[in-house]
């Protein structure tokens, strides 16, 4: 089935089509969605008190205050800041209870696994029936307009292939832990109802986003990936990163794929609210090509560099606290690489 002229057909589409549609994503000025979350952060912050819930944090605050979130879980996608807030993930469709941990077929996944649940075609809003860790088979390709929603369960995803983001949009993944990803491929995987095909093998990222647009990954932890922890790359745009823990890796986050992959210049992504923490090394991010809002992430340690940047980039970085390492040979926030 992957090699059928079928196959072909729709692989030449997306390398033709999905570029122009990605590019179409980011915004003419970026400096708006900038000031809007500014004026987000200094919302939140005017309703600091004593007898409030506010937290300052504006993403926190829009969920964390409602006592009955767990029966409004998906009014989580009107939270978002940032180059990704317009990512709706599966808000307009009916929410999926993952039962099953299991991953025993990557072509025809059962019912009640969460393989499952990102293949489909239609909108999803993605639950977990209990704590579990789930140890991929291959990577975890997904469709579009889909949230995976990790609240109220403890869901490790770990020791195998991890999440790929290739070609589609609208994603929200919130509240995983993701970890140990390996890398994965050289088999058939399932990407929807309809369609399965050959994969290379993956990079053993925790998060790969390819080519992606309309993504929003928020509170989750990551750590000790086979390459990076969150990587975008091939034109990937309108991306909020916001609210997760970082720690024990060396390439944590690349954004944009080479110096000579012009078109990542569309690429428009916000770093907000992270914690990069104890064992990380460089890459938090490395940016190339486009425009990246770095604000209000706390960064406890790090080995060689903090934030890197090549091929001319813009990165506003922003509010951001940096307490560097004792070593004096390895204080440098930020590298130009």
Known sequence: MATSPFSLLILLLLVVLVPALVAASAVQD????????????????????FLSCGTGNPIDDCWRCDPNWEKNRQRLA???????KQAVGGRDGR????????????????PGTLRFAVIQDEPLWIIFARDMVIKLKEELIMN???????????????????ITIQYVSNIIIHGLHIHDCKQGGNANVRDSPTHYGWRTI??????SIFGGSHIWVDHCSLSNCHDGLIDAIHGSTAITLSNNYFTHH??????????TYT?????????????FGEGLVQRMPRCRHGYFHVVNNDYTHWEM???????????????????APDNRFSKEVRALL
């Open 144 to 162: 579009s307009f889909k949230t995976i929603d990790g609240r109220g369960a403890s869901v490790h995803i770990a020791g195998g292939p991890c």
């Open 250 to 259: 060396d390439k944590v986050m690349l954004l944009g794929h080479s110096d």
């Open 95 to 110: 929410i999926y209870v993952v039962t099953d941990s299991g991953d025993d077929n990557p072509v025809n996944p059962k």
């Open 263 to 275: 078109q990542d210049k569309n690429m428009q992504v916000t770093i907000a609210f992270n914690h």
């Open 30 to 49: 970026p400096e708006l969605v900038v000031k809007d979350v500014e004026r987000s952060i200094n919302a939140s912050r005017r309703n600091l008190g």
């Open 305 to 323: 560099y903090a934030i890197g940047g090549s091929a001319a980039p813009t990165i506003n970085s922003q509010g951001n606290r940096f307490l």
């Open 202 to 207: 993956s990079d053993g990222d925790g998060v």
């Open 78 to 84: 009107d939270c978002a800041i940032g180059f990704g």
